[in-house]
């Protein structure tokens, strides 16, 4: 059964850091694409990072990129999103997913569509 758990979300003031976790079961990280996504009030769900199950290198949405990085570790099946330099317009619930099949690749920023499993998501509050 597939479950992923994030934690690490709270309140920060803008410039600020966090760093969320997902442990992930149920399906293995050297194989299945996992990623970010967030989900602000009002808004749909945007695509954050992404990295492909054969690959270390991450994707990044253009409104991320140079603040947020996303890592792996396949040893602890836990996924990470680095979060610096935090903005207001960041504050969202944040989701981690993964595809139904393995072998999905990660060429820009995560499309909703490719993926079917999600966590329950945490949420990030950035004040100003």
């Known amino acids: 059964q597939v479950q992923l758990v994030e934690s690490g979300g709270g309140l920060v003031q803008s410039g600020g850091s966090l760093r969320l976790s997902c442990v992930v079961s149920g399906f293995t990280l050297t194989s299945y694409a996992v990623a970010w996504f967030r989900q602000a009030p009002g808004k749909g769900r945007e695509g954050v990072s992404c990295?492909?199950?054969?690959?270390?290198?991450?994707e990044y949405a253009t409104s991320v990129k140079g603040r947020f990085t996303m890592s792996r570790d396949n040893g602890k099946n836990t996924i990470y999103l680095q979060m610096n330099n935090l903005r207001p317009e960041d504050t969202a619930v944040y989701y981690c997913a993964t595809p139904r099949a393995p072998g999905y690749g990660c060429y820009g920023p995560p499309r909703l569509t490719t993926y079917d499993f999600w966590g329950q998501g945490t949420q990030v509050t950035v004040s100003s």
């Open positions: 990295i492909a199950g054969g690959d270390d290198t991450p």
